[in-house]
């Protein structure tokens, strides 16, 4: 016989009991009945009802644990319902659905008493509704079916009972992101691509102790400053010129003051009357959160708000002109030197030295002739040195050796120029073919550029022709004349704004020509006024595509530098242009160019992004002493390449990288060269020039041959820089020159090492360089030491030329000969430039 | 929009449901893994797009208008279909003749009738081709990436040895090809997920099997070698580098490729007879029989196109009613073999396909009938000569597309052109950025995925703009 538990009385009673409350409570809550008191945000409700929302997250504690328990138990009962189980289950159900009522009701009052809304509560509410009903369905089943041996209702009451336990988990799911944010959970999972690159946090910087003792004005204006950083951050995005949600800016003093749509925004000297406090504290998917895109502000950030509100919100005029953004100085700075010390008279070492001493940092070891050689016959010239160059080296015994075989490498103008080309072209946008060019919207510059890198044009005359050209210059600042209605923000004009800015001057300039710059403290106007030096007839004024109706100034980015002639025509503004900027006072532009050339040498910049020269260099004094060394000296950009590369700093032990982030992290520390992949250029001259030519002199789109006085040797086979763009240089990481390009994704990637290991071309190269060394080098071993001699400019181990005989055999091949090129040229040590 | 829907609201509205039909053993997984999840759940794991590349007219395709037979001297403005209609399986619905296959599996899918391509200026196939592949007007600041490279990006390969964004179709040695090249990129989003093209649908094993004239043997010894000599090179001592280790990785990747058994996948001579010839309408079938190998292995995104060679393909700017007849021919029969076979796989329950073109034509206007753009050809207002007979203009408002499978609506048509000249959209316009978010919104992209591109938010549609259109979702 089995046992029946059945509910006492009383108890029985108490499931008709608990609605009635709980009618009761929604019936009474009405703030005519009750008596009233203030809640935090204005709204009325009785305190007790108050204080039982609020005992809601304690609450729902119960139901979530007993329900879920009792569906557990429930599994072990399945083969027999009479388990002896049963008496518990029934317990836990009864204190699992009276405690799910409770937990329905306070959580409702918690919503009203608390204001709290949203479509995540809508959810959290209904569901949890749901469920309080379902659990009390439960339980009015299970009592039946032990009353009355209903043994056909248990299937019924057990599935009610499963999806009760899950109701409950779905309820407090949407419970928890309520309170601790819909991410809470998978934020911190590692497949959650998060895609947005951590903003520099500028909480830490956050000072607010700073400004607990009455102010005086320099703080208010350090305070105003930290302020206006905090909401250019957070609020500039929908706030500011740029954009303007619910009619309110946030990025000038007027406009803060005025408020928005909804208003005022703040009661100066009352934080907790101010709309902006109330909405920056408001939990993460409430309807009126702010920002309500991204990121709440941090816990400091809120804190400074309120106390600047507190103060009185100070906003001291002068604060417009305080930029919140880090701005580099325009002016060219020269450092004193520091004391030569011994066995370092090169000043970029003496400068290196103090980075090391001030960051606690070691001098890596100096590298051999071998890896010195190789390293600036790809820097300087863009190739492998052969065999007998690299012997004549090592058997070179002058001490100043590196340095000869440096300056002889630089006097090799044509190999210079044919190097140095494919980085300017990509900076220039310079190509042979491209869009553009099919309907002459586009102009060639290569003549004048190749030209120029030959004879070494002071980069001030470089500058000056690129800006004030002729025919054949012209084509830098004519830009791409696309075909149809482009963008206001893409006309030619504003190319050659952007342009000249990202690549001369090392700022962007493309946020600003849109709207005011929500990335820094340019302004539309500014960058128009700047475009209309570009312009035959004046610009109108476009913000995001929409004509303003003004017509825009003719200026240059910085007064320092001067007027141009506003009605001046095209060619003279042009030419008022160049020479203001290429001045010695222009210290920005001499930065820009020796942080390049830098980076090209070393692997990565003294500031980066190349392009965003505000940004915080490694080292200010370097840069500042380089910068204007280079003015002082004629601009020379050989002189230059020559100071780094016989410098000790360039002569040291290449440091590895272990993720492309690294480079350009903020506190990135120079240790050493960064060793880095070949171009695609210089891999393809490799091969080219080792194996076999990997391009046919009809891809040729530039013979500097053909410009060669008699009797001077080009170089002897097509070069990669001169050829144009193709898959396998594509495949390789040649940019499409469409637009400005100073940097190159150096990773390999799937489809460029599909185009290495089965492409047409390369293969079809090593094939025909196979035949041609298996005529030369029919000895297997004098072959292997051939190519480890002319590839990797050393003798192969004594493994390796064991790996190498075996895959060789007596009497090799040319497709084994081919394969074996192959492997030795993806070698990672071939291909990297250590 | 009245269309949108957040995964908030289509909790709200289905949780009630759900707990209801959990009593009827329906399964609840969906609605407990999207939760908190940042991403909508996906509806479809692969895309194909058939691109019709030159500008495909609505009205001699998939949204016949009256139909007006040549005659010498009939006057231009007659003319709005030179083909007579043909039924579909879907009642009261029409295509134009030529079409009777398609016609006969659109209850597996939707027709957009009121696809509205944007007005550039003058009406140019590569910048609008680049608008609707990038989704943002040329010229930009930035390199912009295609749809697939998006894709590729945010979802990944699906089978790790198949590329994720495949190109199947154009060569960019033909005219404007460096236009092509323009928007054929993963711009900012890095070369890895760039297009892997395969210009000629037959010579696709030839991308990934070892090169030629080396058998498997060689090319296993030609890795072997590479493998040795790389643990013997003294680098290896430099330590972690990541320039270094992703060219391993990635050669690592294409050996295995190329050595994989889905690299058969691209062997179209591995095709059934039957098969083969049910697709081989030439480059374009043949493209079709490829894509659909491919999904079967777990491809991505791929784009098969008719290719863009100016004045060719679709690009009738004269001959629109004989050259018409061979477009058709050639699209026809592989496009409905696709969806059938997709369909009898099970695949197109998650793989999404589109039917598309730049913009459409028409016999008078030219761009949108309210904006004036250069004429691109000549049309006499009395036609003497059948070459003159067809759709040789530019237009834009109001462009047919179809989609199929991956969650989009079966047997349903997504708004209306008018019947009268210049037959626009009269109903339900819809544009490319709605077009990409609803791609996005199937596979469970977010809608305002962004990257920060030299500190700017950069979106997948201008200014993350555009919402999905549920009305196409099943």
């Known amino acids: 016989m089995q046992r029946r538990i059945l509910l006492p009385f009383k108890t029985k009673k108490l499931l008709f009991v608990v609605p009635v409350v709980v009618f009761a409570f929604l019936v009474f809550n009405s703030p005519a009945l009750a008596q009233e008191t203030i809640s935090s945000d204005g709204e009325t409700t009785f305190w007790l009802w108050h204080f039982l929302g609020r005992l809601h997250p304690m609450v729902v504690h119960f139901p979530i644990a007993f329900l879920i328990f009792a569906a557990i138990l429930e599994f072990f009962t399945l083969k027999k319902f009479d388990s002896k189980f049963r008496p518990a289950i029934q317990l836990l159900v009864l204190i699992g659905a009276v405690s799910a009522i409770m937990a329905a009701v306070f959580g409702w009052l918690l919503a009203n008493s608390d204001s709290i809304e949203g479509e995540l509560l809508d959810l959290h509410q209904q569901v949890g509704i749901a469920t309080a009903v379902l659990s009390l369905l439960v339980l009015l089943l299970s009592q039946r079916i032990s009353k009355e041996q209903k043994s056909n209702q248990v299937l019924v009451y057990r599935s009610f009972l499963f999806i009760t336990a899950l109701g409950v988990s779905v309820t407090g799911h949407f419970g928890a992101s309520l309170t601790h944010g819909e991410d809470f959970l998978t934020e911190i999972l590692p497949f959650n691509g998060s895609s947005e690159q951590p903003e520099e946090s500028i909480s830490s910087q956050i000072n607010l102790s700073a400004y607990q003792a009455e102010l005086n004005p320099e703080t208010e204006m350090k305070l105003i400053g930290e302020v206006r950083m905090v909401l250019a951050h957070n609020c500039y995005k929908c706030h500011s010129g740029a954009k303007i949600e619910g009619e309110l800016r946030l990025d000038e003093k007027e406009f803060v003051f005025a408020g928005g749509e909804s208003g005022k925004i703040l009661v100066p000297g009352d934080p907790s009357k101010s709309e902006i406090i109330r909405r920056i504290n408001l939990r993460k998917g409430h309807e009126d959160v702010m920002p309500s895109k991204g990121k709440l502000l941090t816990d400091s950030e809120k804190q400074l708000l309120e106390l600047w509100i507190s103060k009185g919100a100070p906003w001291p005029d002068g604060a417009a002109q305080q930029s919140i953004y880090r701005v580099a100085e325009l002016a060219p700075r020269k450092p004193v030197l520091p004391r030569a010390t011994a066995g370092m008279s090169n000043p970029i070492d003496l400068w290196v030295n103090e980075y090391f001493k001030e960051n606690n940092l070691d001098w890596q070891a100096k590298i051999d002739d071998r890896t010195y050689l190789r390293r600036i016959y790809l820097d300087v010239i863009g190739l492998v040195p052969t065999t007998e160059e690299f012997l004549a080296f090592s058997q070179d015994t002058r001490p100043e050796k590196r340095t000869i075989w440096l300056q002889k490498l630089l006097n090799r103008n044509d190999d210079y120029a044919i190097h140095w080309l494919t980085f300017w072209n990509d900076a220039l946008r310079n190509d042979y073919t491209g869009t553009g060019y099919i309907t002459n919207g586009r102009f060639n510059i290569t003549d004048w550029l190749y030209t120029s890198i030959r004879d070494n044009k002071p980069y001030d005359q470089f500058v000056k022709q690129l800006l004030s050209p002729n025919e054949k210059s012209k084509g830098f600042i004519e830009g791409i004349r696309w075909r149809g209605t482009v963008n206001a923000s893409q006309r030619t004009e504003v190319q050659a704004a952007q342009n000249v800015a990202q690549v001369i001057l090392g700022l962007n300039l493309k946020c600003a020509s849109c709207h005011d710059s929500f990335i820094s403290d340019w302004k539309l106007e500014e960058a128009y006024a700047f475009a209309n030096i570009f312009a035959d007839s004046t610009l109108e004024v476009s913000r995001c595509e929409q004509p303003t109706g003004t017509l825009a100034k003719t200026k240059i980015l910085w007064e320092e530098l001067g007027d141009i002639d506003s009605a001046a025509n095209r060619a003279e503004k042009l030419r008022q242009l160049a020479d203001r900027l290429v001045q010695p006072a222009n210290g920005r532009m001499y930065r820009t160019i020796v942080n390049r050339i830098w980076k090209q040498m070393m692997g990565r910049g003294i500031v980066e992004p190349v392009d965003e020269m505000d940004n915080l260099p490694w080292s200010q004094d370097l840069l500042d002493w380089l910068a204007v060394d280079f003015a002082e000296n004629g601009y020379d950009i050989k002189r230059l390449i020559f100071q780094i590369a016989s410098s000790n700093s360039y002569q040291s032990q290449s440091v590895s990288i272990k993720s492309a982030d690294q480079l350009i992290a903020d506190d990135f520390q120079f240790k050493g060269l960064i060793r880095r992949r070949m171009t695609a250029e210089q891999f393809s001259d490799a091969v080219s020039q080792m194996i076999y030519p990997l391009f046919d002199s009809k891809e040729m789109k530039y013979k500097p041959n053909e410009l060669l006085a008699e009797g001077i040797k080009g170089p002897s086979f097509p070069r990669a820089s001169l050829v144009a763009n193709n898959p396998f240089l594509t495949a390789l990481g040649r940019p499409n020159r469409e637009i400005v390009s100073t940097s190159r994704d150096s990773q390999a990637s799937l489809l460029q090492a599909l185009e290495l290991t089965n492409g047409e071309r390369l293969n079809a190269a090593l094939h025909n360089g196979a035949v041609k060394w298996k005529a030369i080098y029919p000895n297997p071993d004098q072959l292997t030491q051939q190519l480890y001699q002319k590839a990797l400019h050393r003798k192969p181990s004594l493994k390796e030329q064991e790996i190498a005989k075996a895959a060789l055999g007596k009497n090799p091949s040319s497709a084994q000969i081919q394969d074996f090129f192959w492997a030795v040229l993806l070698l990672p040590e071939f291909q990297m430039v250590y | 929009m009245k269309y949108q829907v957040n995964r908030r609201d289509f909790l709200k509205k289905t949780s009630a449901a759900a707990i209801a039909s959990m009593a009827m053993g329906a399964p609840m997984s969906g609605l407990l893994s999207s939760c908190g999840t940042p991403q909508m759940p ?330 004036k753009v250069q004429d691109q050809v000549q049309v006499p207002d009395i036609i003497e000569d059948m070459k003159n007979y067809g759709m040789h203009r530019h237009f834009t408002n109001g462009c047919s597309m179809l989609m199929f499978g991956g969650g989009i609506k079966r047997g349903h048509v997504f708004g209306k052109t008018a019947d009268e000249r210049p037959c626009v959209t009269i109903e339900n316009p819809i544009k490319i950025a709605s077009i990409h978010q609803t791609v996005y919104h199937a596979l469970g992209i977010a809608p305002d995925k962004n990257y920060k591109i030299e500190k700017r938010p950069f979106y997948t549609t201008p200014d993350g703009h555009g919402k999905a259109e549920i009305g196409l979702l099943g």
């Open chain 2, 42 to 371: 996906s509806t479809a794991d692969s895309v194909i797009l058939l691109f019709m590349a030159g500008g495909m007219a609505h009205t001699e395709t998939f949204d016949p208008k009256k139909f007006t037979p040549f005659r010498k001297g009939m006057e231009a403005k007659e003319v709005l279909s030179t083909f007579p209609s043909v039924p579909t399986i879907l009642d009261g619905v029409h295509f134009s003749e030529g079409l009777e296959s398609i016609g006969k599996i659109m209850d597996k899918g939707t027709l957009i009738r009121s696809y509205v391509a944007a007005d550039l200026g003058f009406i140019l196939h590569t910048r609008h081709q680049y608008h609707f592949h990038t989704c943002y007007e040329p010229p930009q600041s930035v390199v912009v990436p295609h749809l697939g490279a998006w894709i590729a990006k945010e979802k990944g390969p699906l089978n790790p040895v198949i590329p994720p964004f495949i190109n199947i179709g154009q060569r960019f040695t033909v005219g404007e090809g460096e236009e092509l090249k323009a928007f054929h990129s993963a711009g900012f989003l890095g070369s890895e997920n760039g297009p892997f093209l395969i210009p000629d649908p037959t010579a696709g094993l030839d991308s990934v099997r070892p090169p030629i004239g080396m058998d498997t043997k060689r090319f296993e010894s030609r890795n072997k070698l590479y493998q040795d000599l790389v643990s013997a090179s003294p680098i290896g001592e430099f330590g972690s580098d990541y320039q270094k280790e992703s060219l391993k990785q990635s050669m690592e990747q294409a050996y295995i490729l190329l050595n994989s058994p889905e690299a058969k996948a691209f062997d179209l001579s591995q095709e059934p007879k039957e098969s083969y010839d049910k697709y081989n309408t030439g480059k374009f079938g043949l493209g079709c029989l490829l894509a659909k190998r491919l999904v079967d292995q777990g491809a991505r995104y791929i784009t098969v196109t008719t290719e863009y060679e100016p004045f060719f393909g679709w690009d009738t700017h004269d001959n629109g009613n004989t050259r018409l007849k061979d477009m058709k021919k050639m699209i026809d029969s592989p496009i409905a073999q696709l969806i059938s076979d997709l369909d009898a796989s099970g695949k197109l329950e998650r793989t999404m396909v589109i039917v598309a073109s730049e913009f459409s034509r028409d016999m008078l206007t030219e761009g949108r009938p309210d904006l």
